[in-house]
């Protein structure tokens, strides 16, 4: 057996070892009395375990590949030597896969990965157009979202003149949504023929996109006495209830000066959860940041969300081509992929993430 066998054991059973501790710590009752720790067990438990899970069936298969080298060797019944050699050619294909695998599992995951998300969509460079496509965008979220069984919530929202956002904030919640919904953070370009045309010219136009990690309550700590709040009455759609009731709440972190609002909520409390969650969010982020920074200078896949310049997407409508220049990676199916099926760009964004986390690894 290999010292790369040898070592990846060593690793699963240190593991195994961690989860059995962890484990005991969260039936133990002073655990349990101490939620910020209870919640980071929990954490440390669900990452683990696959690992663990996996390194099982790795070392079930390390240990048949030595049974059968062995009874090719020493085993004088010829029939069962011929199902020894047909399992050793077929452990010698499966073993490296399954390496490669375990070695991935091992990298650790991005904390911020199994994060519910905040998304904002901004029409950029395109005026009308631009806003209609913001609107696009948002519409083909919504179908994934869906999809995925996530929930979807509406922060607030400036509605374009012709159509679409200006700029819409919602939240994602479900699981491991900032995962896959990272990769759609940058610039996102739209090549087609405005229906606010009428010379039949194609203009180009682009939205940005930005998905930040949902901060929990054990993230971020603020201080009342730093917040400035601020109540309104809410304008826009939602008719003349919303109009005449001060529901829509401002809030502004001193220290920082960063300004939320929500004005979704007729009700002023859950308007004042939303933005609470969203000023926490960006004061998170303020930090997250300058991980992220860093990470975005390493990893294609990967844009700084201070970066709203980095086109990442191209979609072309009368080629009916949607193309992702980080990965070359093209579709020529775009009404399609406009109506929420993106997942196949996702798993390819993760297929060059990965092979770009085993090389730092390395």
């Not at 300058?290 to 700084?304: G, Q």
Request: hydrophobic share 35%.
């Amino acid at each position: 057996m290999s010292d790369n066998n040898n070592t990846l054991l060593e690793k699963i059973e240190g593991l195994k070892v961690k989860l059995d501790q962890i484990q005991a710590q969260l039936s133990d009752p002073e655990s349990m009395a101490d939620m910020k720790k209870y919640v980071q067990l929990n954490k440390d438990y669900k990452e683990i375990e696959p690992i663990v899970k996996a390194g099982a069936r790795y070392k079930k298969m390390v240990e048949d590949y030595d049974a059968a080298k062995d009874l090719i060797v020493n085993e004088k019944d010829e029939e069962l030597r011929e199902m020894a050699r047909e399992e050793l050619a077929s452990l010698e294909e499966a073993l490296p896969k399954m390496e490669e695998e375990i070695k991935l599992l091992l990298i650790p995951a991005d904390p911020e990965d199994g994060k519910n998300a905040i998304m904002e969509i901004r029409g950029g460079t395109g005026g009308d157009e631009a806003a209609i496509f913001a609107g696009d965008l948002f519409r083909m979220y919504s179908k994934y979202i869906e999809r995925k069984g996530w929930k979807l919530e509406v922060t607030s929202q400036t509605p374009g003149t012709a159509g679409g956002y200006k700029e819409i904030i919602y939240t994602v919640s479900g699981e491991g949504v900032y995962g896959l919904l990272k990769y759609e953070s940058g610039v996102h370009r739209v090549q087609r023929v405005p229906q606010t045309e009428t010379q039949g010219r194609l203009h180009t136009s682009a939205a940005s996109v930005v998905v930040l990690p949902e901060a929990g309550e054990f993230d971020v700590e603020i201080n009342e006495k730093d917040i400035r709040k601020d109540i309104f009455c809410a304008s826009g759609p939602g008719g003349q209830g919303v109009n005449t009731t001060y529901s829509a709440i401002r809030l502004t972190h001193i220290p920082t000066g960063i300004v939320v609002q929500c004005q979704d909520e007729r009700n002023q409390l859950k308007n004042l959860e939303k933005a609470m969650n969203e000023l926490r969010t960006r004061l998170y982020n303020m930090e997250y940041q300058k991980y992220l920074d860093n990470l975005s200078s390493k990893r294609k896949t990967m844009v700084s969300t201070g970066d709203r310049s980095a086109k990442i997407r191209t979609y072309n409508y009368p080629q009916s081509r949607v193309t992702d220049h980080r990965i070359n990676w093209s579709t020529h199916n775009l009404p399609v992929f406009m109506d929420g099926e993106i997942q196949e760009v996702i798993d390819q964004l993760q297929i060059a993430e990965n092979a770009e986390r085993l090389k730092e690894a390395e």
